[in-house]
């Protein structure tokens, strides 16, 4: 009994340990407590006041500026920039402004629904045409990176406790326990590990209805490369004022008008 | 013996979860069956049939390959094969499947082929090394015969429908051939000699039906497979005589662009002999007879691009379309079949029907899918509509751009509208007509008006996430030795020991006498200490301790001095429950 209650008190005590550094590293990255703005809930506010009376450049105005500022959910800025676009008759803009919405939240029915519609408006395919390729896509897709992560955390502290239980116990049952949760483990490692492949892109989306041209050098004079399609989303690799440099995933690159394009994901 | 248990286990622990994750691979394992491009290898001869001297080509084609080399020719006696020269590379490019273009390369060997002497000859197999792999060539026949007489006595021509055709565009090939009436009982023998049947690279050949109201006949086709020939009626006059006419008809559809040479190809006719014993029956040519059709060859172009339709889907032919549909009499919703077929010269399995939901006039309908039947004369699709208001009067007509290699042109094939009538759902509405029914349209989800404040997502980071992962079966194995240094803690003996305390309290629970409780406490230290429980018969029970924690064990031989009395000198009772368990747990900490 006493050697059992040492092991159990060794175990805690790592636990504890882990603990510790995780709740150390997520202060140091100021996991804890959002900070809020005033500022951002008035710009957010006034772009709803303004979208209700229907002046929609100020509704636009508004909400990019509640964006800027930060302190309101992003998801909820950018269903509404795309509501604002397809009322000012731009349903491409709009399905860039959904996609990136969708892209924060990506269970937000309301928010794909309205992307859907505007995709349609736009006279484009579905995003979601209910294939194996698009369903396997949005199931990989369907938790944030943070969302992911913690579930890779739950699921490996639940390996952890199943693991202790082998080694102290040993027995079948510990072992079925143990590698049943390895395998919930790998499976939860597939949606971090696209998010987290995703972590360092900038992806832009087509939003000129004819496409965007793309030029050699960052001037209109120069010489035209190619014409990426709209609604393509490319990747940003530079970018200078008023221009945007982006490969397509057929590796054309060339640079393009910041006009033309949307950012999917903003500064996170 | 006991790593060798624990494999086992292992393989047992981890068999159902790899179970399940085989079952999930298999459901999501994606469709596969991509339309390759494999490479090909052809050989055929420019003629079935030739005098001696007279020189001959054995053409090699090989198609969708990166690289390919002719191995050494074959020696065939009677005939002088070679020399092989280079190959000629020739790129291609085809479009008639949906409109989707694909390129192919196709290298050319023509190697010269002198007959020496008379006879039949056959040229085996040979080597092609394609992209590393060898392959071998069919193996090909060809007639060395001295004299081709009976250029007067037959006739044999070959005729395309058109000289010239789109990529896509399926032609036919009418082989129309006979001899002279007049010799009608000496012939009971024909023969197609047609090196190139079933070998010309970039045609498919199209299912061509024979006439059922003609008769029909077997001839041999290259003296080995059999073909199926009709009578025409009424028979041939030509020469100023009546001629015995047969015609057989092929349809083919070019998949790329270029020229397509069809080699000299003849009809063989005459007698054969018959000759029977009693143990076989032997055939044998008699007098034969030779009608040649000279080479041809079909030039297959490309689509033009002028005036070609954005939604153009690589229809091609002389086409023409029918709808019908059922029901006609529906109610808002509810579903019409929309038969549409198409029928004519053209390339009908390839093109890629019609989408109703991406045209703006079904926009009054929702399609909920199709499906297709597809033949060389024939394409059906029945599309599943549903009218989604009782305002919808018709179905609109559906087009199909079409390139039209007669006028060479593209026109829009379309169907008829057909007029339907569509019932309101009852109690769809509380308005009484059609007019006064409120219309509903789709419209974007509204805005947020109150957002939830924005949540820090920073995650921990990938590192401290993989770190924690590679700790977890590190700490594990770690553990996992430390603890197995004292022994494996699922052996028997090990599970018997941390069961015992919770076995003695059962059995105390039934004891009654004091040889029971006795027996419990003796099973109990037994378990604890790996002995026999009649180890323990007079046994101090601190013999089980460090000698530091000797004391703790006073009780519980107190304990057992006493049932031992009772048990073998008749003196006291049973024990308290109570009073043993707490002997037995004071032993236990100090180390039983």
């Known amino acids: ?268 | 013996m006991n790593n060798e248990r624990n494999l086992g286990a292992w393989t047992r622990a981890l068999l159902a979860p790899l179970l399940v994750l085989v079952a999930l691979l298999a459901w999501a394992a994606p469709a596969a069956g991509q339309r390759g491009g494999e490479p090909q290898v052809r050989a055929y001869l420019s003629s079935g049939v030739v005098r001696p001297g007279e020189r001959a080509s054995l053409v090699v084609t090989v198609e969708n390959a990166n690289s390919a080399e002719l191995r050494a020719l074959p020696n065939v006696e009677g005939l002088r094969l070679g020399p092989s020269p280079d190959a000629t590379d020739v790129v291609q490019r085809f479009s008639p499947f949906g409109g989707r273009q694909e390129v192919t390369v196709t290298r050319t060997w023509v190697i010269p082929v002198t007959a020496t002497k008379a006879g039949d000859i056959t040229i085996p197999p040979f080597e092609v090394v394609v992209n590393g792999s060898t392959v071998r060539t069919p193996e090909l026949r060809l007639r060395v015969v001295a004299d081709l007489k009976g250029e007067e006595l037959g006739f044999f021509e070959i005729r395309a429908s058109s000289p010239k055709v789109v990529v896509g565009q399926p032609f036919s090939v009418v082989l129309e051939f006979g001899f002279d009436a007049a010799i009608q009982e000496r012939i009971n023998y024909g023969n197609l000699a047609l090196s190139w049947w079933g070998r010309l690279p970039g045609l498919l050949e199209n299912e061509t039906p024979l006439d059922p109201a003609a008769r029909s006949l077997e001839l041999f086709l290259n003296d080995r497979e059999r073909v199926n020939v009709v009578a025409v009626e009424p028979p041939r006059e030509m020469r100023g005589r009546r001629f015995v006419t047969l015609r057989a008809v092929r349809s083919y559809t070019p998949t790329r662009t270029g020229k397509i040479e069809f080699p000299v190809s003849f009809f063989e006719f005459g007698e054969v002999i018959e000759r029977r014993d009693f143990f076989r029956t032997e055939r044998q040519k008699g007098e034969t007879f030779f009608a040649r059709a000279p080479e041809f060859s079909i030039d297959v172009v490309p689509l033009p691009e002028a005036g070609k339709p954005v939604d153009f889907s690589g229809a091609i032919g002389t086409l023409a379309v029918s709808a019908s549909a059922q029901p006609r009499d529906v109610d808002a919703g509810e579903s019409i079949k929309l038969r549409v077929e198409w029928t004519g010269a053209g390339n009908l399995e390839f093109f890629t029907a019609p989408d109703p939901s991406r045209l703006e006039s079904f926009r009054d309908f929702r399609v909920y899918g199709k499906t297709e039947e597809k033949s060389f004369d024939r394409r059906v699709v029945v599309y599943d509509l549903a009218p989604l208001s009782s305002a919808v009067k018709a179905i609109p007509a559906l087009p199909l751009p079409v390139f039209e290699p007669q006028s060479e042109r593209y026109t829009t094939l379309s169907t008829a509208p057909i007029e339907i009538r569509v019932r309101a759902l009852e109690g769809a509405s509380g308005l009484a007509g059609d007019e006064a029914r409120e219309r509903f349209d789709e419209d974007l989800v509204d805005i947020v008006a109150r957002p939830a404040p924005q949540q820090d997502r920073t995650p921990l980071g990938a590192g401290w996430v993989l770190t924690l992962t590679a700790a977890a079966p590190l700490g594990w194995l770690a553990l996992r030795t430390a603890v197995r240094l004292n022994g494996a803690p699922d052996a028997p003996r090990e599970r018997a020991r941390r069961g015992a305390r919770r076995k003695l309290t059962k059995e105390l629970a039934k004891a009654r006498e004091p040889r029971e409780q006795l027996s419990a406490v003796q099973r109990f230290l037994a378990a604890r200490t790996g002995r026999t429980p009649q180890d323990w018969e007079g046994r101090q029970a601190r013999e089980a301790l460090v000698p530091s924690q000797a004391e703790r064990a006073r009780e519980l031989e107190a304990c057992v001095a006493e049932l031992e009395s009772a048990v073998w000198g008749g003196r006291g009772g049973a024990l308290k429950r109570e009073r043993l368990a707490a002997a037995v747990d004071e032993a236990m900490k100090g180390g039983l």
């Open chain 1, 1 to 268: 009994m006493h050697s059992f209650l040492h092991r159990l008190a060794l175990v805690a005590a790592l636990f504890a340990f882990l603990s510790f550094f995780a709740r150390a590293r997520a202060a140091d990255l100021g996991w804890q407590e959002p900070p809020s703005s005033g500022a951002a809930q008035d710009a957010f506010a006034a772009g709803v006041q303004s979208y209700r009376d229907g002046a929609w450049a100020d509704a636009r105005a508004n909400f990019l500026e509640a964006l800027a500022a930060g302190g309101v959910e992003r998801a909820s800025v950018l269903r509404n920039l795309g509501n604002v676009a397809y009322r000012e008759g731009k349903p491409l803009e709009a399905a860039g402004w959904f996609t990136a919405a969708v892209r924060e939240a990506p269970r937000d029915a309301e928010a794909w629904r309205n992307l859907e519609f505007a995709r349609r408006e736009a006279g484009l395919d579905p995003a979601d045409r209910g294939d194996l390729r698009d369903t396997a896509a949005r199931l990989a897709t369907m938790l944030r990176l943070d969302e992911a992560e913690r579930l890779v955390l739950a699921l490996l502290a639940l390996l952890a406790l199943a693991l202790v239980w082998e080694a102290l116990r040993g027995g079948l049952a510990s072992k079925i326990a143990a590698c049943s949760v390895a395998v919930l483990l790998a499976l939860a490692f597939v949606p971090y590990g696209v998010q987290s492949a995703a972590l360092g892109s900038r992806p832009h989306f087509v939003i000129q209805p004819e496409g965007a041209a793309l030029n050699s050098e960052p001037r209109d004079a120069a010489a035209l490369v190619g014409r990426l399609a709209p609604a393509s989303v490319v990747e940003q690799i530079d970018a200078l004022p008023g221009w945007v440099r982006v490969r397509s995933d057929a590796g054309l690159s060339g640079w393009s008008r910041e006009s033309s394009l949307l950012r999917l994901s903003h500064a996170r």
